[in-house]
Nanobody, 115 residues
Framework: QVQLVESGGGLVQAGGSLRLSCAAS????????MGWYRQDPGKQRELVAT???????NYADSVKGRFTISRDNAKNTVYLQMNSLKPLDTAVYYC?????????WGQGTQVTVSS
């Protein structure tokens, strides 16, 4: 059984920064791609950023230049550094990882950006 546990969400003023972390634990043989998604109530979950095991990165256009995804393969952890936050970034942020060739999700962490 694999678990993804997110941390680092919270309330921040517009223009501020937050850093999210997501650690995978359990029976892990291999982690391929890892990423972050977000979802507002009543909206579809959308991609924020992904990173492959080899370090190839993809960002949503809305976060390019403001967010940075990174990972530590030794720690089975993915990070999301969020700078210049905007109220539109308010959402529940979910970690996703391809663990043992199975897509796994974290429980989500709330990010709220006040204007």
């Amino acid at each position: 059984q694999v678990q993804l546990v997110e941390s680092g969400g919270g309330l921040v003023q517009a223009g501020g920064s937050l850093r999210l972390s997501c650690a995978a634990s359990g029976s892990i043989f291999r982690i391929n791609a890892m990423g972050w998604y977000r979802q507002d109530p009543g909206k579809q979950r959308e991609l924020v950023a992904t990173i492959t095991r080899g370090g190839i990165i993809n960002y949503a256009d809305s976060v390019k230049g403001r967010f940075t995804i990174s990972r530590d393969n030794a720690k089975n952890t993915v990070y999301l550094q969020m700078n210049s936050l905007k109220p539109l970034d308010t959402a529940v942020y979910y970690c996703n990882a391809d663990v043992n060739y199975i897509s796994s999700w974290g429980q989500g962490t709330q990010v709220t950006v006040s204007s």
